[in-house]
């Protein structure tokens, strides 16, 4: 892992800002992406299947661990991020 590879990505997955969350990670866009979205869609997608698919933005987060478990993927939320005033 390469320092410049490292970035902070805010991750939206609903309609609801409060809800996003926030990665510190060297993974692209398309591997984030590959793994959450069909986790997502299958909740969306959920009503015409009648399915009980439900995620929170852990159970994202653990997927990405799992699939990519030699990359950096650390999880914070708005309210987890300290505010330092100097």
């Given at each position: 892992m390469k320092a410049e590879d490292i970035r902070v990505?805010?991750?939206n997955t609903t309609a609801f800002e409060e809800e996003n969350f926030?990665?510190?990670t060297d993974l692209t866009?398309?591997?984030i992406?590959?793994?959450i979205?069909?986790?997502v869609l299958a909740e969306r997608n959920q009503i015409d299947n009648d399915d009980n698919v439900f995620y929170d933005n852990e159970t994202l987060v653990s997927?990405?661990?799992e699939k990519y478990p030699n990359n950096l993927v650390s999880f914070y939320?708005?309210?987890t991020i300290?505010?330092?005033e100097v």
């Open positions: 990505v805010e991750i926030i990665l510190v866009d398309e591997e992406g590959e793994v979205t069909p986790i997927a990405l661990l939320t708005k309210d300290e505010l330092l």
